[in-house]
């Protein structure tokens, strides 16, 4: 079983909507997590991290379900710039990262 | 502030053929990594170094080998490519032990035929 797990979507919204999706984790000692963006083509970048509950920068939304042993990132109001993959991190105990494949979103005009 | 630079960005190889790709990072990190991603697979770590003089497999080592030349630099070689290793490179680098998330440079696209 892979240690972090996204569905790939892809999720096609029209601009001002919400979206949100949920990445899930094996390793239930988890403490720390990362969203990540990802363009088509370029390098992963540094989103948002989550490193309790939860997280908010601006239209973004990063909650962590400890119980269900999930993290979601919720967009709103959605911008065509916002068109990407996003990777959901876990850091595990020995500081390595796991990376989830990436969910895509596309917002269409 | 370049952050972490990657060369070259892409790079066709043939069946047995070795190259180094050549990362370096200029915000003082004592952490660098090296991974690989490939479609529906996500990013999978080849190698690491936690620190200078230190490296450590990761994930999907085999058919590569490392080497921190100094605190800025870490290269990847593959001493006889195979097309298996088709892929695109990242090289990252972090400070903390990465719990500040990575930076990473922005990657080689290598093909082997």
């Known amino acids: 079983r892979k240690e972090v797990e996204q569905d790939p979507g892809p999720f096609n919204v029209p601009e001002g909507a919400t979206v949100a999706f949920n990445c899930t984790y094996s390793?239930?000692?988890?403490?720390?997590f990362f969203w990540y963006r990802q363009d088509c083509r370029k390098e992963p970048k540094l989103l948002m991290s989550?490193?309790?509950s939860g997280n908010e920068d601006g239209r973004f939304t990063a909650q962590l379900n400890r119980a269900s042993q999930y993290i979601s990132l919720l967009i709103r109001d959605s911008k065509l710039s916002d068109s990407a993959t996003y990777l959901c991190v876990e850091i595990s105990n020995d500081y390595k990262l796991s990376f989830g494949a990436g969910t895509t979103v596309t917002v269409r005009a | 502030n370049a952050g972490v630079t990657q060369t070259p960005k892409f790079q066709v190889l043939k069946t047995g053929q070795s190259m180094t790709l050549q990362c370096a990072q200029d915000m003082n990190h004592n952490s660098m990594y090296w991974y690989r991603q490939d479609p529906g697979m996500g990013l999978r770590l080849i190698y690491y170094?936690?620190?200078?003089?230190?490296?450590d497999k990761g994930e999907v080592p085999n058919g590569y080998n490392v080497s921190r030349l100094n605190k800025r630099e870490f290269s990847l070689r593959l001493e006889s490519a195979a097309p298996s290793q088709t892929s695109v490179y990242f090289c990252?680098?972090?400070?903390?032990?990465?719990?500040?998330?990575?930076?990473f440079g922005s990657g080689t696209r290598l093909t082997v035929v």
């Open positions: 990252a680098s972090s400070e903390f032990k990465g719990t500040y998330g990575y930076t």
């Open positions: 390793n239930s000692a988890s403490q720390s």
């Open positions: 170094s936690a620190s200078e003089g230190t490296t």
């Open positions: 989550v490193y309790s």
